[in-house]
Every structure is written in C-alpha cells, then in structure tokens.
C-alpha cells in the first residue's frame, strides 16, 4: 500500500513559504521606502496605480495568472507558489506606506546628515 508523501509537502511548503515571505518583505519594504521617502516624476502614477488592482476582483485576474505561470513555464513547480506569494502586495505595500508616515523624517534627515546612504537608512531605520 502506497501512503501519500507528506513530508515532501511539508518540504515544498515550507521552501514556498520562506521564499514568498521574504520577497514579499524586501521587495514590499524597499518599494513603500521608494514611494514614500523620493520625489521622482511618476510618483502619483504609481501610487494610483497600486490603487487599480484593489478594485477588480480576484476571479478576473486568476485566469489571466494561471495562463503567465503556464507560459513562464512555471506551472506545476515551487516556482509558481514562490512568485505569486513573493510578488509586491498590493495591501502590505499600502500598510507599510501608513507605517513609513509615523517615521519622523528628522530621523531620517539627522541620518543623512551623518552620511548614511539610501540602503543604510533602510536597512537601520526603515525595516527594523
């Protein structure tokens, strides 16, 4: 008798897991800093834009998902859960924006001054 392989589930899921969590906090993170903190031409194109996939709903887009991870040839791997749950989250991206407003800019200014770059600052006072 054949039993199921759960411990290489558990393996994939964990892998998915980790992967997706990371992506999403350095790649959400590093472009809620972006957004928030620079001044740059396209910025109220951006910010509207992370507005637009709040609006359509879910059954919409999976189909249109389905057929990118099929033709990227992801399709029945970890890399496909690895993508769409690492991908930039349109509501984590939209909280961490609220969070990086209650950040004194003094404190980011006073860490310029001390001559500590743009990833310095993310990585000191931004993401802790």
Request: net charge positive.
């Amino acid at each position: 008798m054949r039993y199921g392989k759960i411990m290489l589930g558990l393996k994939n899921t964990a892998i998915q897991v980790a992967a997706g969590v990371f992506l999403s906090i350095a790649l959400g993170t590093m472009t809620a800093y972006a957004l928030n903190r620079f001044n740059f031409k396209l910025k109220k194109l951006i910010l509207s834009a992370y507005i637009l996939p709040i609006t359509i709903p879910f059954s919409l887009v999976a189909v249109s998902t389905f057929l990118v991870i099929f033709r990227i040839s992801a399709f029945n791997t970890r890399m496909a859960g690895i993508i769409l749950s690492g991908g930039i989250d349109v509501y984590f991206n939209y909280l961490f924006l609220q969070y990086l407003e209650k950040i004194p800019y003094s404190l980011y200014e006073s860490a310029r001054i001390d001559s500590a770059f743009y990833f310095r600052i993310y990585w000191s006072i931004i993401l802790p």
